[in-house]
C-alpha cells in the first residue's frame, strides 16, 4: 500500500463521485485533489487508479484527457 492510499481512501469515501484523472505529472505515492462539485477531481497515476476503482461505494469516472489545473 502506498503511503497517498489512506488519504485517497478518506476522499473517495467522503466523495463516492470524485473523479479520476489520469496524470503523468504525477508521481508515485503522491496525489492532487481539486475540490469540486460531488468531490471534484482526483489526478493520479495509473498504479493508483487501479487502487480507487477498487475501493468499495466509488462511483466516479476515470478521464484520461485532461491535464493539471494551472494554480
Request: hydrophobic share 40%.
Amino acid at each position: 500500500m502506498s503511503d497517498a492510499n489512506p488519504a485517497i481512501a478518506r476522499i473517495v469515501n467522503q466523495w463516492p463521485r470524485v473523479d479520476v484523472v489520469l496524470s503523468d505529472a504525477i508521481q508515485n505515492d503522491s496525489y492532487f485533489h481539486l475540490e469540486g462539485p460531488d468531490g471534484g477531481t482526483l489526478y493520479l497515476n495509473a498504479e493508483t487508479i487501479a487502487y480507487v476503482a477498487s475501493l468499495p461505494g466509488w462511483q466516479g469516472r476515470v478521464v484520461t484527457s485532461e491535464g493539471l489545473p494551472e494554480l
